[in-house]
């Protein structure tokens, strides 16, 4: 863990870790609904992009990259949506969600569209292994 970081609350509840790349923490939402990646750099006080080094901006943007090719190559979505609201949560994290045509939230945001709906416990451990395995 970097020194001085530790993960929101929020976020920590609402996702389990997948990996720790070079500069971000990766974590699945816990939403079945959606093949749904946050990315948290894993530095202390973040909130805004402009809030990283320049160096660290290039980095993320290959992070954010290499989650939605991993997406695109694990589910062939339609669409990737990439976000960085931080209105609820305000530590620096991005999300990294695979849509399809027909999803529940479809053409829609998925944000408070409906209800989460937790992986099953089978579910959530085949969709770790696939992800850590492509990552």
């Known amino acids: 863990?970097?020194?001085?970081?530790?993960?929101?609350?929020?976020l920590a509840g609402d996702t389990v870790e997948v990996a720790r790349w070079p500069l971000c923490r990766v974590l699945l939402m816990?939403?079945?609904?959606?093949?749904?990646?946050i990315l948290v750099?894993?530095?202390?006080?973040l909130t805004e992009l402009h809030d990283?080094?320049?160096?660290?901006?290039?980095?993320?943007?290959?992070?954010?990259t290499r989650a939605s090719e991993v997406l695109v190559?694990?589910?062939k979505a339609?669409?990737?949506?990439?976000?960085?609201?931080?209105?609820?949560?305000?530590?620096?994290?991005?999300?990294?969600?695979?849509?399809?045509?027909g999803?529940?939230?479809?053409?829609g945001p998925v944000w408070g569209a409906h209800p989460a709906i937790p992986y099953e416990t089978e579910?959530?451990?085949l969709a770790l292994d696939r992800l850590r395995d492509t990552l």
């Not at 863990?1 to 929020?10: N, Q």
């Not at 320049?54 to 980095?59: F, G, H, L, V, Y």
């Not at 990439?82 to 994290?93: D, S």
């Not at 999803?103 to 053409?107: E, G, L």
Request: net charge negative.
């Open 78 to 101: 339609d669409k990737i949506n990439v976000g960085a609201l931080g209105n609820m949560v305000p530590q620096l994290h991005i999300h990294v969600i695979a849509r399809f045509r």
């Open 123 to 125: 579910a959530l451990a």
């Open 52 to 64: 990283l080094s320049t160096a660290d901006q290039s980095i993320l943007m290959a992070e954010i």
């Open 30 to 37: 816990r939403d079945s609904r959606y093949p749904w990646l």
């Open 103 to 107: 999803d529940d939230a479809w053409p």
């Open 1 to 10: 863990m970097v020194s001085g970081f530790t993960l929101h609350d929020t």
């Open 73 to 75: 190559a694990l589910h």
């Open 41 to 45: 750099p894993a530095q202390p006080g």
